[in-house]
């Protein structure tokens, strides 16, 4: 088998050293890791179907994976086999004279897209998540990240046009428009079935995402940024509440604990706007009177220091705790968050003496979906410190216990909730069928959902 793989990718491109093993063993989390038998680094979409027919013959598991970069041991091989590394995937192409979608391949990260695309005078609706600068749009859509823009936009389908996707079995398949041979990747919504849908989210169970087509927009002329403090959680939740009421927000974001202390009192709310200057403009002062409403007092100057250090912003953790990190999310209406927030405080109180002694740090927060709320608690520990690392790991199985029997959705979740998403019985049901048809030997990334 290890001959074959590199007959297709080259020797220099499959690896069974240690060193290399190790380092795909994990993601950037805290999940424990697994050494997979070899790695291989295609450089195509053809060198990728071909991998996978080599895996199919052999019943190998295949664990693709993008940059690595969940919390959720999402790319962790369970199961050993062949992990597929696709950032040699890195084609970008503008279809159309106009740039009104963009083609990238599944190992583009978010930043270069964004690059391209400002050279040509346009820009993607999703910036991609806080990792945009490492993540790729194959990994993030195979776990349908939240995304900058998220409060604007939605989740990832939103812009997604179609897909292409290697399954199991080598063959390839074209999602939305593209399905007809004759035409490109322009409309998700067409055909019957939604077959895009399919691929978002399924943590590379159903099949690998070679390639993406996304909607373009023009660039934006304005921002403004704006940072709130809120004496309750309940204020802080109808003020979120009245910008997706009035679709005002380009992005949301709430802090519970810690809350920054240029911010003060039980929460803080950050919002950013985009648009033309007289949107914003006039967005703002919308939202100045929502946020009056819900009694915020203004904090000057913090949404825009924060929105413009995003991605140096969990380094204050990692140095007071890091680098272990795992977190738990999932989407909960707005107006419940409150309740379900209260209820992860109150987790933590009652292991305050026992998170204080080895040193664990968590994060509870908030980020506004066009329509619902994503509540994410992040935990951080030392590594090093095995005690730590151990319970780390139980809180976050018994958090994602609270969180999904309260009635939170897990999005992004890694192995560590489909123990709970199979109590779902029909829904499950339905998925098992579904990846029994698409990959009968169960060899994509097996264990995983
Ligand atoms: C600093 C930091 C900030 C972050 N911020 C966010 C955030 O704002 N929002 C958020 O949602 N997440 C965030 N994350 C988590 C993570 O970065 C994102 O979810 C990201 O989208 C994952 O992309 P990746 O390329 O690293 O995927 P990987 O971690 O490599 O893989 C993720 C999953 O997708 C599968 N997969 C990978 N590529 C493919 C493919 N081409 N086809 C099919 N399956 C595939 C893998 O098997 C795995 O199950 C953050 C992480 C860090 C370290």
Redesign the pocket.
């Known amino acids: 088998m290890y001959s074959l793989l590199a007959g297709i990718v080259g020797p220099e491109n499959v690896s069974r050293e240690d060193f290399e093993l190790w380092c795909y063993s994990r ?2 989390g805290s999940v424990f890791p697994q050494l997979p038998e070899c790695v291989v680094t295609p450089k195509s979409k053809k060198q990728v179907a071909e991998v996978l027919k080599v895996a199919d013959r052999y019943k190998k598991p295949v ?9 959720c041991g ?2 962790v091989p369970l199961k050993r086999g062949i992990v597929i590394d ?1 950032t040699g995937l890195k084609r970008i192409k503008i279809q159309d004279e106009g740039g009104l979608f963009v083609r990238a391949e ?1 190992g583009v990260i978010w930043t270069e897209i964004i690059e391209v695309l400002k050279q040509r005078g346009r820009g993607i609706g999703l910036e991609g ?3 945009a600068p ?3 749009v ?6 349908g ?4 823009g998220t409060a604007k936009y939605g989740g990832l389908g939103t812009q997604i046009l179609g897909l292409e996707v290697a399954l199991a079995d080598g063959s390839i398949v074209k999602t939305g428009s593209a399905a007809n041979p004759k035409n490109e990747m322009v409309m998700r919504d067409c055909n019957g079935a939604d077959l895009t849908g399919l ?1 978002i989210g ?3 169970t159903l ?4 390639e993406v087509s996304l909607k373009t927009y023009p660039l934006h002329q304005a921002e403004a940024y704006y940072a709130y403090s809120f004496e309750s959680l309940e204020d802080a939740a109808k003020a979120v509440y009245g910008l997706a009421k009035d679709e005002i927000a380009f992005d949301c974001r709430m802090f519970v604990y810690p809350v920054p202390e240029e911010i003060g009192g039980r929460a803080g709310v950050v919002y950013m706007l985009k648009g033309s200057t007289s949107q914003v403009q006039e967005l703002g002062e919308k939202s100045k009177k929502i946020m009056r409403l819900a009694h915020g007092k203004n904090i000057p100057k913090f949404g825009e220091q924060y929105y413009k250090g995003r991605f140096t912003a ?1 380094v204050k953790a990692f140095g007071e705790a890091g680098p272990g990190w795992l977190e738990v999310a999932g989407y909960i209406p707005i107006l419940r968050y409150p309740d379900i927030a209260k209820e992860i405080i109150n987790f933590w109180e009652k292991r305050e003496e026992e998170a204080k002694k080895l040193n664990v740090k968590w994060s509870l927060g908030a980020l506004l979906e066009t329509h619902s709320i994503n509540i994410p608690v992040a935990i951080f520990c030392n590594e090093v410190k095995r005690e730590a690392w151990q319970r780390i790991n139980n809180y976050w199985h018994e958090l994602a216990e609270l969180m999904y029997e309260g009635g939170v959705s897990p999005y ?1 979740i ?1 192995h560590i909730s489909s123990h709970i998403v199979k109590r779902w019985g029909s829904y499950y049901q339905l998925y098992k069928r579904i990846k029994k048809t698409l990959d009968p030997d169960n060899t994509l ?1 097996p264990g ?1 959902l």
């Open positions: 993601d950037a664990i693709p994976r993008g940059a690595g970069s969940s919390m999402a790319p696709l599944a998540p806080w990792s490492s993540a790729t194959g990994g993030s859509i195979a776990v990240a939240i995304c900058m691929f399924s943590h590379g099949g690998i995402i070679t969990r992004w890694g990334n995983m």
